[in-house]
């Protein structure tokens, strides 16, 4: 599995942005898709999260700023998007997608990053203030 995010940059804090993630060669008929945040010097951050039955979860810190897209499919490659809205400079990080097929069984496991097999580089999110 290989997964790619694209989207990030710079904004200013009141603005918007959106991320892509996408899992190539990914061969199971069901998938985890999360977003995670990292800061400097800090762990990294369950944002979002979405299986394929279309459930979602949001962390208390964006619940009514992001929303995280349904998961669109192609052969064995699945993208979804995270819209960032009203950013504010907490918000600042590199953005992760993680990827797996069991993680999201539970609330807990969803937001875990000790449970997805498979991630992105990262791309980096600048909010300035």
């Known amino acids: 599995v290989n997964v790619v995010e694209s989207g990030g940059g710079s904004v200013q804090a009141g603005g918007s942005l959106t991320l892509s993630c996408t899992a190539f060669?990914?061969?199971?008929?069901?998938?985890?898709m999360a977003w995670f945040r990292q800061a400097p010097g800090k762990e990294r951050e369950g944002l979002a999260t979405i299986d394929s039955d279309g459930d979602i979860g949001y962390a208390d810190s964006v619940k009514g700023r992001f929303a995280i897209s349904k998961i669109s499919k192609d052969e064995a490659k699945y993208t979804m998007h995270l819209t960032m809205n009203s950013l504010q400079a907490e918000d600042s990080g590199v953005y992760y997608c993680?990827?797996?097929?069991?993680?999201?069984?539970?609330?807990?496991?969803?937001?875990?990053?000790?449970?997805?097999?498979?991630w992105g580089q990262g791309t980096e999110v600048t909010v300035s203030p």
């Open positions: 060669r990914y061969e199971h008929h069901f998938i985890c």
């Open positions: 993680a990827v797996d097929l069991v993680a999201c069984m539970t609330v807990v496991q969803a937001f875990s990053a000790a449970d997805y097999d498979n």
